[in-house]
């Protein structure tokens, strides 16, 4: 089984970090780790396979109150290969 896991920068609006991090924590592999008043957030997105990340930081994007969502870092997993090498 493959695993990506990505950063995101999320840019939202500071009045709507509380509604903002609520719908982000509900997408499914999103967690928010941290958010400034100036509506900085720092997510990471875990997918197993090769779903889309583009696919995710489109639905980001799509959730009122975010002005823009960025992958900052990305790591892909190939946990068979992981295994292999043990």
Request: hydrophobic share 40%; proline share 3%; net charge negative.
């Amino acid at each position: 089984m493959n695993m990506n896991i990505s950063g995101v920068l999320v840019r939202a609006y500071p009045g709507h970090l509380d509604a903002v991090r609520q719908a982000l924590s509900a997408l499914d592999g999103v967690e928010v780790h941290g958010a400034d008043p100036d509506g900085r957030m720092v997510v990471t997105v875990e997918q197993e396979g090769e779903g889309s990340l583009a696919d995710m930081l489109v639905q980001m994007q799509d959730v009122p109150g975010v002005l823009s969502a960025s992958m900052i870092y990305h790591e892909f997993e190939d946990s068979g290969q992981q295994e292999a090498e043990q």
